[in-house]
């Protein structure tokens, strides 16, 4: 393999030397499968393929200073995978095959999994879809469970540094009544016309409104949102929102950090009112926001005038950061340890 420059690695498709795959046959699993290839061959009337029945997670693995590999919160994307797959009616991946596979995929791709001081990771992808034949609109009767890795820098180009994003009303990510708490392919789909607006005019990503009455603010193209003021972190509540598992766990340090709480409905105005504003995920990990400009209206919302992030955003990150190198303890047994 050529030579890795971990530290100016970005969030792009690396092969490494292997995936694993589980196939999903006559109403039950098989084995679990390593594959050195990365194309996959599928019937070409895959539900996957045409009705969307697809669904991924995503999750990182990071090198601690003491040589230990920490995977962090493998349970919950385990069991938000298993909620993608019941509401698109997909086969679900018992959480024992989700852990053994991720387990499996970072020990046969080692050494791809960064350097301590890098601060790069490894990011696990992985990915259900329909495989079984159908042209009637209607569930497949087979389903591939895959799970690739590849080592990445940070999400947005500008790493822990406000980045500026826009809002508009012309898109929509997700329906109301849709699918936009599950993590399923169509979302992004829905996303991509609005996400490469938002890359032309120069901004980051998309911060998405609900799209019933375009007054609450949603969520980012691939990340939730948070604001602070007052002593309180407050991300939106809503059924359109992906239930991020960093937004989680913000919420608890946040609170162990003695900063209020508050997860409900925030009107667009009143970001006015935010001292700081960021927007969390796993690839994202927090990327404070600097300036939010709405294009239809043309009203700029500024949360960092001198290009740094907030203290808020600052503290947070590097308690999250800490405990997921294993700087710092990991009191709510938050990460899975390789030794
Ligand atoms: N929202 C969307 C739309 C996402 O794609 C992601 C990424 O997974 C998130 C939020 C953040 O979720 P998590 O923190 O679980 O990665
Ligand atoms: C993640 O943070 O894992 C994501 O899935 C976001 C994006 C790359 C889709």
Known sequence: ???????????????????????????????????????????????????????????KAFKGKDGKVRIFRLEENAKRLAKS??????????????????????????????????????YIRPLLMGTGAKVGVSPADEYLFMIFVMPVGPYFKAGFKPTNMMITRQFDRAAPQGTGHIKVGGNYAASLRSGEMA??????????????????????GPANFFGIKNN??????????????????????????????????????????????????????????????DIDTGKSYVFSKDGKPGAVCEKLYNKLRAIQYGDEPDTYGWNTIIE
């Open 85 to 122: 797959a019941e509401g698109i009616m997909m086969a679900e991946v018992p959480a024992d095959l989700f852990a053994e596979a991720v387990l499996k995929a970072i020990k046969l791709n080692e050494r791809f999994i960064p350097p301590y001081e890098t601060g790069a990771s490894l």
């Open 1 to 59: 393999m050529n030579e890795i420059d971990w530290s100016s690695l970005s969030f792009s498709y690396t092969k490494t030397d292997y995936n694993v795959r589980c196939y999903y046959r006559d109403g039950k699993w098989g084995e679990l499968e390593v594959h050195s290839s990365d194309q996959v061959s599928i019937h070409m009337a895959a539900t996957g393929l045409h009705y969307g029945q697809e669904a991924f997670e995503g999750l």
């Open 199 to 220: 890359h032309e005019k120069g901004y980051s990503a998309v911060l998405f409104l609900d799209s019933k009455e375009k007054k609450y603010i949603d969520e980012c």
């Open 232 to 293: 309180t972190y407050i991300t939106p509540e809503s059924h359109s929102v992906l239930p991020s598992i960093t937004n989680k766990s913000l919420v608890q340090l946040a609170g162990d950090m003695g900063l209020k709480t508050e997860r409900r409905p925030i009107l667009l105005e009143e970001i006015e009112t935010f001292e700081e504003a960021g927007a969390c995920g796993t690839a994202a990990v927090i990327s404070p926001i600097g300036q939010i400009d």
